[in-house]
């Protein structure tokens, strides 16, 4: 079966198979499942608000999904992007609410970003170590810390950094000087008018990285050790490779590309912080880097997969009030199932039709 | 005495599913197949049963519903693990995903209570059972107390919980069924040279998996909350996969990894909103997060490292 098709014709089949069992669910619990996709699509793609909403929670998504492909080329499973982009939110935090007033916008943003990278960092190089030094389990790791992350941030956002005489568990607003710049404002600067959305300046740094990770991972020497380590690490240790370096960086790699995820939502959308506001962008990464094959396109295209069925699927549940966002968790688990435990499901069918051809 | 007595009591209490799950992780990683999927398991299996429950008022209807939901998925991933070769970890994280987005929609779609079950009826639960003579003893100092408030009183869940422990043990070291799951799980080429079916053996032992999961998950919603709430298990099975490693992948280890979160767990209900002297109150999210925290510890190795079943998560291939 030729490459091409292995990478296009068996994913497109496997994401058939997940909306046809969610068909058969929708139909279960008494919805039209064609009317259903129909809102759906139209909410994703239908009209310029809507696609904008779509970009947004794809930058999101490009951010947590290369976050688990850059592990999963070096051989771990890394289940914590989302507690990782939740403290990127807690160093985006710190840094914006000890600064805005002092700083202009060029120093703030930049001081911002990177303070989401390094706590991101940090919280999956705990993980990387222990699976590195001590041999701990890196799944069940991650997934402590994740519920770690999330104890953590409730404690400071409701003791510590909630806004004074707030009942509410957020901070106070961030100052304007740390908002990353909207879409529609900067293409307003260049005359083309689009409709205000969250969509923001974010989304530029997730195509960046989408490049960088192709660069880094296929054509430098680290990237080069990274898929060693991931395909045989005794190998790898015997060919001289430091396997310990490689995978705290890898993980360290990781939790800042979850990071980011932060910088997307709070200095791109919100502007303070929330309980919460994560909200399982973490857990699509997963799905996003399975469908992916942990590869760019793959990931980016994917990700724009999730983006949509997120902004269609809240427009859905509008108009179907039994259809909550769920729903679209359980695509993804779907997805997960489909496109990465039984990725090649369907090939024993199709090769042959391939085969035919010659 | 009495506060001992008290925290002993949840112990039991809490650390009753986190047992189950633990065992039933046994079954299927003994047989050498990855199992982080516990917590899907346990979830899907809490909804079950709660809903079975509800609808017949009977709790072992539940149970039976409970059981049959999970070992659903339990074959599920024997079928991407054991026939697919499938990745055990990746068909594992589904199965969580699947269970955390099916259940909320099954549920709003059938109960209208934005996804969690109605409060079951006192029909539709279990009860706790007074074991003979606990009234009569309740009087006798230490002895007494420990029987009727300790052991007895507790859910028919519990006991059969107690009963299994030695019965699963004595099924992985001493029945035929059990050398052929560790001789699978250890060395699967030569159990299949002496002409054991590896494929046949983990479909088994995965059966057995969902099973005891679906159990685990019928006690959380059909015994200790009485209703299915969104995420109920919040862990509990990743947590009872730590005490698995922690115990070496041995029951009776196990068990006790288990009974130390349950204590942990125990522990932090009553020091919630307690002053403590030279630390005040302790906020109640730096105590929530003490079994977590407590696994990672454990899994770090501070306590000993474990060596796993040495064909763990490898997809058996036969050799020609």
């Known amino acids: ?358 | 005495m009495d506060q001992l007595i008290s925290v002993l009591d949840s112990t039991i209490r809490v650390a009753m599913p986190l047992i189950l799950a633990a065992l039933a992780g046994l079954f299927s990683e003994r047989s050498g197949v990855v199992d982080i999927s516990l917590e899907g398991k346990m979830l899907t299996a809490a909804f079950a049963s709660a809903a079975a429950a509800y609808v017949t008022q009977n709790p072992w209807i539940g149970l039976m519903a409970g059981m049959m939901a999970s070992i659903m998925l339990a074959m599920l991933h024997a079928f991407v693990s054991v026939t697919y070769n499938g990745n055990q970890m990746i068909s594992g994280m589904a199965v969580n995903t699947i269970a955390s987005g099916i259940t909320p929609v099954l549920g709003l779609a059938w109960f209208q209570q934005g996804g969690n079950s109605p409060q079951l009826p006192d029909e539709g639960r279990f009860h706790e059972v007074v074991l003979p003579f606990a009234e009569q003893l309740a009087d006798v100092p230490v002895i007494g107390q420990l029987y009727s408030r300790l052991l007895s009183g507790h859910s028919v869940l519990v006991y059969m919980t107690i009963v299994i422990i030695p019965v699963v043990t004595w099924f992985v070291y001493k029945s035929r069924f059990g050398l052929r799951l560790r001789a699978v799980g250890e060395n699967p080429h030569a159990a299949d040279t002496a002409g054991v079916s590896v494929a046949r053996v983990r479909y088994i032992a995965l059966f057995w998996n969902g099973a005891l999961c679906g159990m685990a998950g019928t006690f959380l919603s059909v015994y200790q909350t009485g209703a299915f709430i969104k995420e109920m298990t919040a862990g509990k099975g990743f947590l009872a996969l730590a005490a698995l490693i922690f115990g070496k992948w041995r029951p009776v280890p196990a068990v006790i990894g288990c009974l130390l979160f349950a204590f942990a767990d125990a522990i932090q209900i009553r020091l919630e909103g307690v002053a403590l002297p030279g630390v005040g109150i302790i906020p109640s999210q730096f105590i929530a997060v003490i079994p977590y925290v407590l696994t990672v510890l454990l899994l770090a190795g501070f306590v000993g490292r474990s060596v796993a079943p040495k064909s763990i998560g490898i997809p058996f291939v036969k050799s020609r």
């Not at chain 1, 089949?13 to 619990?29: C, F, H």
């Not at chain 1, 809507?50 to 976050?67: M, N, Q």
């Not at chain 1, 492909?69 to 914006?96: D, K, P, R, S, W």
């Not at chain 1, 469908?291 to 902004?311: D, E, K, W, Y």
């Open chain 1, 1 to 358: 079966m030729p490459r091409w098709a292995q990478l296009t014709v068996l994913p497109a089949l496997n994401l058939m198979a997940a909306l046809l069992v969610t068909a058969l669910v929708t139909w279960m619990i008494g919805e039209d499942p064609l009317e259903c996709l129909q809102i759906l699509v139209h909410g994703a793609v239908g009209y310029s608000e809507g696609i904008g909403y779509t970009l947004f929670y794809t930058t999101s998504f490009v951010f947590t999904g290369l976050a688990v492909a850059t592990a999963f080329h070096a051989g771990m499973f890394n289940i914590g992007a989302e507690g990782q982009a939740y403290i990127g939110g807690l160093g985006v935090t710190l840094v914006v609410l000890a600064l805005d007033h002092a700083l202009p916008a060029p120093l703030m943003v930049p001081l911002a970003v990177l303070a989401s990278i390094v706590f991101g960092a940090a919280w999956a190089f705990i993980p990387g170590w222990l699976q590195a030094r001590r041999g701990s389990h890196i799944v069940v790791t991650t997934m402590m810390f994740n519920f770690i992350a999330s104890s953590l941030m409730l404690y400071l956002i409701g003791h510590l950094l909630i806004e004074p005489g707030s009942q509410n568990p957020t901070t106070r607003e961030f100052g304007a000087s740390s908002w990353v710049a909207s879409m529609q404002s900067m293409l307003a600067a260049v005359g083309v008018e689009i409709p205000s959305t969250p969509l923001n300046a974010s989304f530029l740094i997730a195509l960046v990285a989408l490049v960088l990770f192709y660069v880094v991972i296929w054509h430098t020497r680290w990237g080069f050790q990274l898929r060693t380590v991931g395909v045989n690490d005794k190998a790898a240790r015997y060919a001289g490779i430091n396997v310990t370096l490689v995978i705290l960086l890898a993980m360290s790699v990781s939790g800042g590309l979850s990071g980011l995820a932060a910088v997307n939502e709070l200095l791109g959308s919100t502007h303070r912080l929330n309980v919460a506001f994560t909200n399982g962008i973490g857990f699509v990464g997963i799905a996003v880097a399975l469908m992916g094959r942990n590869h760019p396109v793959g990931i980016f295209l994917s990700a724009l997969l999730f983006g949509a069925l997120t902004q269609g699927g809240l427009d859905l549940s509008f108009e179907k009030p039994v259809i909550t966002r769920e729903m679209i968790i359980f695509i993804q688990g779907l997805i997960i199932l489909f496109c990465g435990a039984l990725e090649n499901l369907f090939e024993p069918f199709i090769a042959p039709l391939f085969k035919r051809r010659k």
